[in-house]
């Protein structure tokens, strides 16, 4: 009876389930060299992550450009476990799955409240297309803001960008650019002020604050003011990491992601403003370092290029594409931004 009662106890022992490990997750962010909302908004997040959810994490965080990774990996790097989350630079992994392009056409985005219902209806696409495709959940999407043109030689519209190599970041900017003559020159964002300065490029576009951060202003002369896109960048988890969480710790952290996102969209509105005005001297200028640019008046026919370039040249182009990679990719985006545009 003794040893029937102990075989039973070893047995009852064996079946209690193992205590709970720590859940280890490895984060590449957005480059350090980005600026403040890496700084003042990405990196405090996933350093507090563990203690705001209650969940048991190991957090190790990592600007990409420490790292030797390029922007354009980040989907790869995802899917196969090199890191668990990953700050997306959506607009430089489009080339992987050009379906996430469609949050981002040139001209889709000239406000914050138009890029917000973009996102908003197009985001679930994009995210079952991860899923499928890159083993990725999405768990939010934000905008660095408005992307304007920088010059090192003097501009007074977009048509005096003939002949003139201008950085860009996706191919639909580079389609635009192509479409008033300029030469599109794609390069990583931490190569873009050296380039400029040595003349590698003439014009690069960017984020006001971005720029203002990597110190553009310092290697150019003029700004035109005129937004193309919103630059949107999103937060992925390897699905095989979320997995791991119960349903519970999956809801707190959906959660938290959702409230660093609601905070960069505003914390973003606040920085294009303040380094909209501290690039060309003006004030107040109280969160970017004082510049004295000049400013470029925007045209009416420049405002129509950019307006009309959905419709006319953004959508077709990039439909083409992603159609041949997802059969039903434009008309998806069709039935949910396309609508609101009449389109």
Known sequence: MRQILAALTIAAGL????????????????????????KNKEVPFFENLAKETGIDLSVNFQPLDVTGI?????????????????????????RDDPSILGLDLVGLNPTYAEGKKTVEEYLPIVD????????????????????????????????????????????????????????????????????LS????????????????????????????LAFQIAVNGYGINLDTWNKFSPEEQAKLETA??????????????????????????????????????EVPISEEDLALVQNAVKELSFPAWAEVCDATRPTCSADWKATVGKRLGM
């Open 128 to 195: 079952k297309a991860l899923q499928e495709k890159f083993n990725t959940k999405l768990l939010g999407v934000w905008p660095f803001g408005p992307q304007v043109l920088f010059c090192k030689p003097e501009i007074k519209g977009l048509k005096d960008l003939k002949g003139y190599k201008v950085r860009v970041y996706d191919q639909n900017l580079a389609k635009f650019i192509e479409s008033v003559g300029g030469i599109p020159v794609p390069l990583g964002f931490a190569e873009v002020q050296q380039s």
């Open 257 to 294: 992601f959702k409230g660093l996102v609601d905070d960069i969209w505003v914390y973003s509105e606040e920085l294009f403003d303040d380094a909209m005005r501290c690039n060309v001297g003006k004030t107040p200028c109280e969160l970017n370092k004082p510049y004295n640019l000049t």
């Open 198 to 225: 040595r003349g590698v490029v003439d014009c690069a576009v960017t984020g006001p604050s971005s720029a203002n951060s990597a110190a553009w202003p310092e290697v150019t002369t003029h700004v035109l003011p």
């Open 70 to 94: 390029k922007d354009t990996e980040e989907l790869r790097i995802l899917k196969g476990g090199l890191f668990n989350v990953v700050s997306l630079r959506l607009s430089q992994v489009s």
């Open 15 to 38: 079946a209690q389930p193992a205590l709970a490990e720590t859940i280890e997750l490895k984060v590449l962010g957005q480059p350090g060299s980005t600026g403040l909302i890496q």
